[in-house]
């Protein structure tokens, strides 16, 4: 069996508990500026947190169906097992927008979860029947060809180039085909045609991921130039998405192609980093917790979700006012010593140490929950 790669482990972990922080404050109304998500274009380090993860769902994709393929070849099985999980992963999504309205009717249909299972499933599936250059092909067209609908295909009624948050192409798409079903009336930052955008952003985890297997036993990684190879490729498509800014916004909202070449940028320079401190370097220690969380990422992903909404719809009785437990967490335990910023930063704080502590268990026994 081949050895995990820390490093990826890790880095995986810090963007589990990232997401985990940002999507659960104890307050909406008292959240820290750089945790929020940019207002429309722009980013911020949040905006930064889900094209992690899909990049880090195309490198773990590159080094587990490879290994598959050495193992027992490509057959049906390996394909059933990628229907599989990706149709698990979309359930998942969509009962997590089921609960806790359990409404059908106005049911969310797009979602986080839903995006990693239908980019995870045409990445799979490009990886098993296309060749690489084939692959970067598809990448490229994918990024030049979304820049150009979004730019000239008129959007009814506004014209092309619209690129508002009620104005774009993206929008009006998904009110036509989704319509009732999305995360408001007039948009979905996970909506279709940005779906394909950030198959991209898993793209190019999958080369990442297939030039570290190529590399992973050559002196280049003896020699510690493997993160510095990576930290420069980041830096150049970090410098073309900004480059490229003024032309077509990098905007987390619509996936733009600006948007996945900066974040895909950024997401090498994390890696690289995290690679030579741990891979190269040998310090691993101060990665414990993150390799708890990057091991078993949904099931702490879900779980904490689910239990933050729970807390939100018990509610208990404090004095002559009736309220949530979440509210009183936050309002009775922490904002009165802590105010109220970093009260609302510390509730999912403290959601992560209550996982960290159902988690440990199985990380040491080596139990990793699959979908």
Not at 57 to 82: M, T
Not at 152 to 164: K, S
Not at 175 to 183: E, M, N, P, S
Request: charged content about 10%; proline content about 6%.
């Amino acid at each position: 069996m081949r050895k995990r790669l820390t490093s990826l482990d890790a880095f995986r972990g810090i963007t589990i508990a990232a997401m985990i922080i940002v999507n659960n404050p104890g307050s909406w109304r008292y959240v820290y500026p750089l945790l929020r998500h940019a207002g429309w274009h722009g980013w911020t380090p949040t905006d930064l947190i889900f094209p992690f993860f899909l990049f880090i769902v195309g490198v773990s994709l590159s080094f587990s169906l490879s290994r598959r393929i050495d193992e027992k070849g490509v057959g049906p099985s390996l394909y059933l097992k990628i229907i599989r999980r990706s149709v698990l992963l979309f359930l998942l999504g969509l009962l997590l927008n089921f609960i806790p309205n359990f409404d059908l009717s106005n049911l969310r249909v797009p979602g986080v979860l839903q995006r990693i299972a239908i980019c995870y499933f045409l990445a799979a599936w490009l990886y098993l029947k296309s060749s690489r250059k084939f692959q970067l092909g598809i990448a490229v067209f994918i990024l030049i060809g979304y820049w150009a609908l979004l730019k000239f295909v008129p959007v009814p009624g506004y014209g092309p180039n619209a690129l508002g948050p009620e104005t774009n192409l993206c929008g009006y798409l998904d009110t036509k085909l989704l319509a009732g079903h999305l995360y408001t009336p007039n948009f979905d930052p996970e909506g279709l045609l940005s779906t394909f955008p950030a198959l991209v952003t898993t793209l190019l985890g999958v080369f990442t991921g297939d030039w570290l297997r190529s590399s992973s036993f050559s002196p280049v990684k003896k020699k510690g130039l493997t993160p510095l190879y990576m930290a420069l490729a980041g830096l150049v498509l970090v410098g073309i998405g900004l480059a490229l800014n003024p032309i077509f916004p990098i905007n987390k909202n619509l996936w733009t192609s600006t948007f996945v070449i900066f974040t895909g940028g950024m997401a090498l320079i994390v890696l690289s980093l995290a690679f030579f401190v741990i891979e190269i370097a040998g310090l691993k220690k101060w990665a414990y917790p993150f390799l708890v969380f990057g091991t078993n990422p949904i099931t702490v992903y879900v779980g904490s979700s689910l239990l933050a909404k729970l807390l939100g719809r018990i509610h208990v009785f404090s004095g002559e006012q009736i309220i949530s437990v979440k509210g009183f967490i936050f309002q009775k335990m922490l904002s009165p010593w802590a105010g109220n910023y970093l009260g609302s930063l510390l509730f999912p704080v403290l959601l992560l140490i209550f996982w960290f502590g159902v988690l440990l268990p199985l990380y040491r026994k080596n139990i990793f929950i699959r979908v």
